[in-house]
């Protein structure tokens, strides 16, 4: 059986796999640090940010690195040009033959899914400032982010279905989650692109901001996260995230555990101490 389809949005004219695999990776996705705030850039605008399987583990890769990282307080993920990111593209990959069975589904566990699990699991926030297209495992990519802003033109699309495609990269443990089951099934099993205003409607996005306005939106967010208790909000995140699967007793036990674990942290102390003191608390993510 031939290579399944890209899972994603059509896109302008994409670079040749010979032109793409001379490009180096880091060309793709360009990274900076500017006080605690580690920014995470999309640049592949041609093909409206698709990933390819260098540019996932990339991002994998730079996701652990922050999460590991006491100096980094948050991430920032965002594209360039006309999209966020329009899903994976397999297009460059070498041709193989006949597929034995479990070889798509190593692919995804080695692939799709360990980039939503990178952003699942990293310890600091992440925060996605969508500033176009979103289709397939880019929208998921989005939707497993802890906060997303969007610009008004962003648009987001379960592109699966186009293709004659399961969705992957988490999209079904996601989207109900997010949405409640009957919508998630709407959107999956139609695949028209959702804009950004009514993705906010659905709960899919916190906020939308004029396009001109995405980037200084997103860094005023990244900065006060950058500035508050990192461990406490780590810790936080944990929690809210296995809520979802868990029960109450389980909920509840595993927040005074998180609780006991942040107390023992120079956050949590100055920010006792600040409120004792009647002043503003200055944490600096111990």
Request: glycine residues 8%; hydrophobic residues 50%.
């Amino acid at each position: 059986m031939s290579p399944a389809p890209s899972p994603r949005a059509e896109t302008a004219t994409d670079p040749a796999p010979a032109a793409l695999a001379a490009e180096p990776v880091d060309s793709l996705i360009l990274h900076a640090t500017d006080n605690g705030v580690v920014t995470l850039t999309l640049d592949r605008p041609d093909a409206l940010n698709a990933l390819t399987p260098d540019m996932r583990e990339r991002l994998i890769d730079r996701l652990a690195a922050a999460s590991a990282d006491p100096d980094v307080r948050v991430v920032l993920l965002t594209g360039t040009g006309r999209g966020f990111c329009s899903g994976a593209d397999l297009r460059g990959a070498p041709a193989t033959g006949d597929r034995v069975a479990g070889d798509v589904a190593r692919m995804l566990r080695g692939g799709a899914q360990r980039l939503v699990a990178a952003v699942w699991d990293c310890e600091k926030p992440v925060l996605a400032a969508v500033n176009g297209t979103a289709a397939g495992l880019g929208a998921h990519l989005a939707f497993a982010c802890d906060l997303v802003l969007a610009a008004e033109s962003a648009r987001f699309i379960e592109v699966f279905v186009r293709r004659g495609l399961v969705p992957d990269g988490g999209g079904a443990y996601l989207l109900p989650r997010l949405i409640g089951p009957q919508r998630a099934k709407e959107l999956m099993f139609f695949g028209d692109a959702v804009p950004a205003a009514e993705a906010a409607r659905l709960g899919l996005v916190n906020r939308v901001v004029p396009d001109g306005e995405l980037a200084d939106a997103a860094r005023e967010w990244a900065e006060r996260l950058a500035a508050g208790p990192t461990r406490a909000l780590a810790l936080t995140k944990q929690l809210v995230n296995a809520s979802l699967d868990g029960d109450r007793a389980t909920a509840l036990a595993a927040e005074a555990a998180a609780q006991e674990i942040n107390m023992t942290t120079a956050d949590a102390q100055e920010g006792v101490a600040s409120f004792v003191a009647r002043r503003r608390p200055a944490f600096r993510g111990r």
